[in-house]
């Protein structure tokens, strides 16, 4: 960020008083901005024993497969946020959906919350985001191909929680490998 979205005036990064974290101040009007965490919304959206999973169209990780899932946008809720990457993204309309899973990822500022739900029907596409949409049996899983950390740890647990037959809530944070020099 260079300059205010207030004033125009240039910005200069500065812990403010009563704060305790660099952000970003406009020297002329005193205007905090904060950066958070985007909001991710996404779905796994199911049919039978078969889960819907779209190749990438987009970067990053193009044509690699990845559940229905993007930026929640202002005046929705994550529900619907959810469902309408599921139409976006696969031309699938989904039924009622439940909390499957919430993943903090720090080091790309990100938040994503994922939800469970059936398809109202096998009728999806791939969108303008997707190259393909398929479903996929569970032991047909593209493993190898799976675009995000994300996706492979819903998927995971999905695969377990559907042998239980039990579906709870699945909190964690998937935390960035370690590199050399770091």
Request: with cysteine.
């Amino acid at each position: 960020m260079n300059y205010c979205s207030q004033c125009g005036a240039a910005v200069t990064v500065q812990v403010p008083e009563g704060d305790n974290l660099p952000r970003y101040v406009c020297a002329a009007c005193g205007t905090i901005h904060y950066r958070n965490p985007k909001i991710v919304a996404g779905c796994l959206p199911v049919w039978e024993e078969q889960v819907l999973l779209c190749r990438r169209a987009i970067e990053p990780r193009y044509g690699l497969w990845t559940v229905p899932a993007g930026f929640m946008e202002n005046g929705e809720t994550v529900a619907e946020a959810a469902a309408r990457e599921t139409r976006e993204e696969a031309l699938a309309d989904i039924g009622d959906s439940t909390l499957y899973a919430v993943y903090s990822i720090p080091h790309i500022s990100q938040v994503y919350m994922l939800f469970r739900a059936g398809l109202r029907a096998p009728r999806f596409g791939a969108g303008i985001e997707s190259l393909e949409v398929r479903l996929f049996e569970l032991d047909a899983i593209p493993w190898e191909e799976l675009a995000f950390p994300v996706v492979r740890e819903v998927l995971s647990h999905y695969l377990a929680d559907r042998a239980r037959g039990e579906f709870p809530v699945h909190v964690g944070e998937l935390r960035r490998p370690i590199e050399a020099g770091d």
